[in-house]
């Protein structure tokens, strides 16, 4: 297949070509470089022993992104591409409904443009908010409760709008839980720049000696230990997913939100001591209060995705700590070191 990849230079970006390219599909992606390094897609080159296409663009660019979709006239687009930290939306609303809702809908009517009917989108389980019930399933409310999220639940009407008036249209819309860990080489991860927001790459640095300690944000919530719990999802398992959603898109019309979880929940606790086994070393970490807007537990129901993609998780919380290690302690600047 063809498939278009918009912020394929990224995090999850990354891990996703090279299952992409592994299956043979033939890949163009297009990125701004905003928030990742050409030397990523170096590393895919590297690891895969396979070329692809790149444009260097802005998906707010209609222009730039009409033209790279009717040249490579794709059978499909993965759309990774939007700015992703829920702090910054707070302050840049703005910023957070152009890049991601502006730049959402040039891509669909580039895609219309280019007769191609078939999109995978990155949406995340911020849509749900505040949970009335747990585990989250798709048809939970959608509430989010920050510009972020907001701009992630829009996208996904404007999507389904698109898939309801376009004839033979198809979209799947992946709601990500949480995505850690790294590709098993160690060549390519998260690369963060600036002090990490999330949990897991704050503690990856903590253990490289590059910050003091991890700040435990609250110990009083309604859990095993009183720390916030997570669904961490392996980011190969999430990449894997990507690759389900393309050929169930490819089967069938109509446009699905799919959860992309384990159903497992871990503490920020669990999680310190699974990287200090991971990595060897022991985290000073301190506990301090809540970070505002934190909610206690998130969770994915994982049916929909085991019946539609036929598709399930197979990390563990242990091998995302060993392989994000293996990457934090291999690229200790990042991308950057190159
Ligand atoms: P990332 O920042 O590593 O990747 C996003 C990529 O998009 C980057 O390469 C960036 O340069 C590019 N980009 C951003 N704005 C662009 C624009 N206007 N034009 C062209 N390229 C642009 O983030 P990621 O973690 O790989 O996330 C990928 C997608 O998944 C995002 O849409 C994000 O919101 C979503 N998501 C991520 C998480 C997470 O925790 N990582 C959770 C849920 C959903
Ligand atoms: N967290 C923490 N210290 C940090 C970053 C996060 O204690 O430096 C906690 C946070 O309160 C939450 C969990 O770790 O319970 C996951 O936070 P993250 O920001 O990674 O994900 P999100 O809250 O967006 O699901």
Not at 255 to 268: F, K, W
Not at 322 to 334: A, I, T, V, Y
């Amino acid at each position: 297949m063809k498939v278009f990849v918009t912020g394929g230079a990224g995090y999850i970006g990354t891990h996703t070509l090279l299952q992409l390219l592994a299956a043979g599909h033939e890949l163009c992606v297009f990125d701004n470089f905003s928030n990742a390094s050409p030397v990523a897609l170096t590393r895919v080159r590297q690891l895969s022993n396979r070329d692809f296409d790149l444009v260097e663009g802005d998906i707010r660019d209609a222009a730039t992104l009409r033209h790279a979709l009717a040249d490579f006239a794709p059978d499909a687009v993965i759309h990774f591409a939007g700015l992703k930290a829920v702090g910054e939306s707070n302050d840049k609303p703005l910023l957070y409904y152009e890049n991601n809702v502006t730049g959402s809908v040039n891509l669909l009517a580039a895609m219309d443009a280019a007769g191609c009917r078939r999109i995978v989108f990155s949406s995340s389980a911020t849509v749900y908010g505040e949970a009335q019930y747990l585990p989250f399933d798709e048809d939970h409310p959608i509430a989010p409760t920050n510009p972020y999220g907001r701009t992630k639940a829009m996208v996904e009407g404007v999507i389904a709008d698109w898939t309801k008036a376009t004839p033979n249209a198809s979209a799947v819309l992946l709601r990500y839980f949480n995505p850690v860990g790294a590709h098993e080489s160690g060549r390519i991860g998260e690369d963060p720049r600036g002090i990490p927001n999330n949990l897991m790459p704050y503690i990856a640095q903590v253990a490289a000696g590059r910050r003091e300690k991890l700040s435990i944000f609250g110990d009083d919530y309604p859990t095993r230990d009183g720390t916030g719990e997570r669904d961490y999802i392996h980011v190969v398992d999430l990449a894997a997913a990507h690759l389900a959603a393309l050929e169930y898109a490819a089967s069938k019309t109509g446009c699905e939100a799919i959860n992309v979880g384990t159903g497992q929940a871990t503490t920020v606790k669990e999680l310190v001591a699974a990287y200090e086994r991971a990595s060897g070393r022991s985290l000073p970490v301190e506990v301090i209060a809540r970070r505002s807007g934190d909610v206690a537990s998130s969770c994915a129901a994982t049916a929909k995705a085991a019946d539609l993609l036929r598709w399930r998780s197979e990390f563990g919380v242990d091998a995302m700590c060993e392989s994000s290690w293996r990457w934090q302690s291999g690229n200790p600047h990042g991308f950057a070191g190159d």
